[in-house]
């Protein structure tokens, strides 16, 4: 898959909603019903850290939930996109990127998010083909202000920030022309996740997907 392609695809992915849920998963037994909670409150774009031991059983449980998309995220090298395309998902989100990554992205046709932090990372990114971006760590990287003088020189690439993103700062993001959703955690708290509450995590999802962008 060409970079190009890649990033049409996760351009779309992208668009179908404000927050993308970004996922740390102890225990992939709540993987699907954890997933249907978030489809159901209107967020069916998921991203399944692998950081954890369980995270590819939770993508291989996520993968079978009707009207879900699942990826990984974390990938770190050929590794992860060889076991993460293997569990089901369908498309990547990396922190970084590394000549390594880009390759075995492409080679095993799995759409990347790549991640960037500067204007040189960005442009690295750009040359390669990538216009769709992860904008990592948003928050610590200079925020929605960074990602706003970014727009003018740099207008070809789409982001979606992630990291330190909550509900609290969303609109801040949501609101720049050059971001098309952000990542969050804070729509699947641990505490809920554990407690089964699934309940809460339909709603939080709701008030999520409702962001105006």
């Known amino acids: ?48 850290t692998l950081r954890t031991p369980a995270a590819l059983d939770a993508i291989r449980e996520m993968a079978g939930v009707e009207g ?9 090298t050929p590794a992860d996109v060889e076991a993460a395309t293997a569990a089901g998902a369908r498309f990547g989100v990396s922190p970084g990127s590394t000549p390594a990554l880009l390759d075995a992205a492409r080679a095993g046709d799995l759409p990347l998010l790549p991640g960037a ?5 960005a442009m690295a990114l750009l040359e390669k083909g990538y216009s769709v971006q992860k904008f990592f760590p948003a928050e610590t990287a200079g925020g929605a202000a960074a990602l706003k003088a970014l727009a003018s020189p740099l207008p070809q690439i789409r982001f979606c920030p992630t990291g330190g993103v909550s ?11 050059n971001v098309l959703c952000v990542g ?22 709701r008030e999520a997907a409702a962001l105006p962008r």
Do not use: F, Q
């Open 1 to 48: 898959m060409t970079p190009h392609a890649a990033s049409e695809i996760t351009e779309a992915l992208c668009r179908k909603v404000p927050v993308i849920p970004v996922l740390v998963i102890e225990d992939a037994a709540l993987a699907r019903p954890l997933a249907e909670a978030l489809v159901a409150g209107g967020l069916p774009v998921l991203e399944v």
């Open 68 to 76: 879900g998309v699942v990826g990984a995220g974390t990938l770190l």
């Open 117 to 121: 932090a500067t204007a040189s990372e």
């Open 167 to 177: 509900l609290a700062n969303a609109a801040s993001y949501l609101g720049l022309p």
């Open 184 to 205: 969050g955690s804070w729509v699947a708290p641990k505490e809920k996740v554990a407690a089964g509450d699934w309940d809460a995590i339909v709603a939080l999802a």
